[in-house]
């Protein structure tokens, strides 16, 4: 083909630009050659179905375990650039959001797609302490479980069972409707959270107090009462900034599980608490309470340069460093660990800091770790944050969930509105036994 003559789409028989924007692919079993349209530097896994050995096969499909060079959507929230440690919320920098904004302003932003004016943003906050209340049966189910219940596990079983309550929000493809599922989802998560917990202590339930700020209301329902009630500012702020680094983080594993529930039309109630279920796994949600597990293992600051060689044997892991995504240092990390410290002047300094710290020095001036491209993420600080603030560990999972509802909501709203979007169904490679007969029972070997 002349590299100047127009390529036709095989996906929808326009022309797309020059033979440099092509894929050309010579299957060697048949020695013919395809023109395959390459478009945001991706080709379509359905125009590879063309290539065939002969007309009754099904088509070359891809295979990829994990999905982890296959994208399955467009989307427009968020922006990663995993080599050069780029975090971007509708074209904002992360970091520029923790300085200046609110997770309830971040919530907006990731739902409109722009930043709210003040009479939006208190129109939005209003809507959603509007919601608060959570309906008495809800308490009683949470009630329900035994005292030493695994809070994400409540946290799971309550969202789901709100999509017994509200009806109206199986009509997905209404507007008014999302927006009040938007409402409930992102005001009642916390709630429903908090009773969780103190449901866990044996504690009777605070009710939410609307005029305390979104982290606010959160912390003193949790802690009300007890010898651990927080009520500074400082930790309500430090508290939003995490809600805001865990607002979204594009195609995760919980957000694919999001998706590929609401493929379905399902409520939205349904597809979240999917989401949330995914979140539980201890390589997703709770990662960061693997890294306060391996910082009481090491135990003291001179016991960290045998664990690392411990490490650099294959012997153990050192968690909280490396990113599935992010080659370079997560931009997360280093906010997270000017809000330890701003939590430590308040609660005291954790003594699990400094086992950290001498855990990053090693690890950022080693050619073994360097060269592998690890470098402290988000969940190496956050569980000596959070323990600090006075959450037990099994709340860490259930804090990320409170955060990401809003990237969540934000994804299946953006998916109904995607012309694409089918209801999900991956293809397989089978490789099991051919045809054969039934065997009767007393002819089996």
Same mark, same amino acid.
């Given at each position: 083909?002349?590299?100047?003559?127009?390529?036709?789409?095989?996906?929808?028989?326009? $022309?797309? !630009?020059?033979?440099?924007?092509?894929?050309?692919? *010579?299957?060697?079993?048949?020695?013919?050659?395809?023109?395959?349209?390459?478009?945001? &530097? $991706?080709?379509?896994?359905?125009?590879?179905?063309?290539?065939?050995?002969?007309?009754?096969?099904?088509?070359?499909? *891809?295979?990829?375990?994990?999905?982890?060079?296959?994208?399955?959507?467009?989307?427009?929230?968020?922006?990663? &650039? !995993?080599?050069?440690?780029?975090?971007?919320?509708?074209?904002?920098?992360? #970091?520029?959001?923790?300085?200046?904004?609110?997770?309830?302003?971040?919530?907006?932003?990731?739902? /409109?797609?722009?930043?709210?004016?003040?009479?939006?943003?208190?129109?939005?906050?209003?809507?959603?302490?509007? /919601?608060?209340?959570?309906?008495?049966?809800?308490?009683?189910?949470?009630?329900?479980?035994?005292? #030493?219940?695994?809070?994400?596990?409540?946290?799971?079983?309550?969202?789901?069972?709100? +999509?017994?309550?509200?009806?109206?929000?199986?009509? %997905?493809?209404?507007?008014?409707?999302?927006?009040?599922?938007?409402?409930?989802?992102?005001?009642?998560?916390?709630?429903?959270?908090?009773?969780? /917990?103190?449901?866990?202590?044996?504690?009777? @339930?605070?009710?939410? #107090?609307?005029?305390?700020?979104?982290?606010?209301?959160?912390?003193?329902?949790?802690?009300? !009462?007890?010898?651990?009630?927080?009520?500074?500012?400082?930790?309500?702020?430090?508290?939003?900034?995490?809600? %805001?680094?865990?607002?979204?983080?594009?195609?995760?594993?919980?957000?694919?599980?999001?998706?590929?529930?609401?493929?379905? &039309?399902?409520?939205?109630? +349904?597809?979240?608490?999917?989401?949330?279920?995914?979140?539980?796994?201890?390589?997703?949600?709770?990662?960061?309470?693997?890294?306060?597990?391996?910082?009481?293992?090491?135990?003291?600051? &001179?016991?960290?340069?045998?664990?690392?060689?411990?490490?650099?044997?294959?012997?153990?892991?050192?968690?909280?460093?490396?990113?599935?995504?992010?080659?370079?240092?997560?931009?997360?990390?280093?906010?997270?660990?000017? %809000?330890? @410290?701003?939590?430590?002047?308040?609660?005291?300094?954790?003594?699990?800091?400094?086992?950290?710290?001498?855990?990053?020095?090693?690890?950022?001036?080693?050619? @073994?770790?360097?060269?592998?491209?690890?470098?402290?993420?988000?969940?190496? @600080?956050? !569980?000596?944050?959070?323990?600090?603030?006075?959450?037990?560990?099994?709340?860490?999972?259930?804090?990320?969930?409170?955060?990401?509802?809003?990237?969540?909501?934000?994804?299946?709203?953006?998916?109904?509105? #995607?012309?694409?979007?089918? %209801?999900?169904?991956?293809?397989?490679?089978?490789?099991?036994?051919?045809?054969?007969?039934?065997?009767?029972?007393?002819?089996?070997?």
């Amino acid at each position: 083909m002349n590299p100047a003559e127009p390529v036709t789409d095989i996906a929808n028989g326009q $022309t797309s !630009g020059t033979a440099r924007d092509t894929l050309t692919v *010579t299957d060697n079993r048949t020695g013919k050659t395809y023109e395959i349209p390459i478009k945001h &530097d $991706t080709i379509r896994a359905l125009d590879l179905r063309q290539i065939k050995v002969d007309s009754g096969d099904f088509g070359m499909m *891809t295979y990829d375990p994990a999905f982890t060079n296959t994208a399955a959507c467009i989307s427009r929230i968020t922006y990663i &650039d !995993g080599d050069k440690g780029i975090l971007r919320y509708r074209g904002y920098e992360i #970091d520029e959001l923790a300085e200046k904004s609110t997770y309830l302003e971040t919530a907006y932003l990731l739902m /409109h797609g722009e930043l709210p004016t003040a009479p939006q943003l208190q129109e939005w906050t209003a809507n959603i302490t509007r /919601h608060f209340a959570v309906d008495d049966s809800v308490k009683k189910l949470l009630e329900s479980f035994h005292p #030493d219940a695994h809070p994400m596990g409540m946290l799971v079983s309550s969202v789901a069972a709100l +999509s017994t309550l509200y009806p109206d929000a199986k009509k %997905i493809f209404d507007a008014n409707s999302r927006r009040e599922q938007t409402f409930r989802l992102i005001g009642q998560t916390p709630i429903l959270a908090a009773f969780a /917990h103190r449901h866990s202590l044996g504690k009777p @339930y605070v009710a939410p #107090d609307g005029n305390l700020s979104y982290a606010g209301n959160f912390l003193n329902m949790l802690f009300k !009462g007890t010898d651990k009630h927080r009520t500074d500012p400082a930790l309500e702020r430090a508290l939003d900034i995490l809600f %805001i680094l865990h607002a979204d983080h594009e195609q995760n594993c919980s957000t694919s599980a999001m998706r590929g529930v609401g493929s379905s &039309d399902v409520d939205p109630y +349904s597809a979240i608490a999917a989401a949330t279920a995914a979140l539980y796994g201890p390589l997703h949600g709770g990662a960061n309470e693997a890294v306060l597990r391996m910082l009481v293992e090491i135990g003291s600051v &001179d016991k960290v340069a045998e664990f690392i060689k411990h490490v650099k044997n294959g012997e153990k892991k050192l968690m909280g460093f490396g990113h599935r995504v992010y080659k370079n240092y997560d931009p997360r990390a280093r906010i997270v660990k000017n %809000i330890a @410290y701003e939590v430590f002047d308040i609660m005291g300094r954790n003594p699990m800091i400094d086992i950290a710290l001498e855990c990053e020095k090693i690890a950022l001036n080693d050619d @073994y770790f360097v060269t592998r491209r690890l470098y402290p993420n988000v969940d190496f @600080y956050t !569980g000596l944050i959070y323990q600090s603030m006075g959450f037990p560990v099994t709340m860490f999972p259930v804090l990320f969930a409170i955060a990401r509802t809003s990237g969540w909501i934000a994804q299946w709203v953006e998916m109904l509105a #995607d012309s694409e979007q089918k %209801i999900s169904r991956p293809r397989q490679i089978y490789l099991g036994a051919d045809k054969r007969g039934y065997v009767p029972m007393d002819k089996r070997s």
